[in-house]
């Protein structure tokens, strides 16, 4: 059964940071690219970070220079970590994970609610 499981969420101010963090379990977690996306309310969901097994790591435009995506491959965990955060940030964040062959085997976590406001 595979549980991908977010935590690190909450309310902060703006300028503030937060760090999420997604364990993964019952995949094998170095064949996947691990990503963060979010969802505001009445907006669609955006990708907003990933990195590949491998390492490598991509960001949408908004967040580069605030945002860094890590994975640890010996803990089957992926954070993300959120610097001078803006009220626009807020949104659901949700783990995903891509195989990096069979396009079929695609998760979700439930995601994680991350308010910036004063």
């Known amino acids: 059964q595979v549980q991908l499981v977010e935590s690190g969420g909450g309310l902060v101010q703006p300028g503030g940071s937060l760090r999420l963090s997604c364990a993964a379990s019952?995949?094998?977690?170095?064949?996947?690219?691990m990503a963060w996306y979010r969802q505001a309310p009445g907006k669609q969901r955006e990708l907003v970070a990933a990195v590949t097994s491998g390492g490598s790591s991509n960001y949408v435009d908004s967040v580069k220079g605030r945002f860094t995506i890590s994975r640890d491959n010996a803990k089957n965990t992926v954070s993300l970590q959120m610097n001078s955060l803006k009220p626009e940030d807020t949104a659901v964040y949700l783990c995903?994970?891509?195989?990096?062959?069979?396009?079929?085997?695609?998760?979700w976590g439930q995601g994680t609610q991350v308010t910036v406001s004063s």
């Open positions: 995903n994970a891509q195989h990096t062959v069979a396009v079929t085997r695609n998760y």
């Open positions: 019952g995949i094998f977690f170095n064949v996947y690219t």
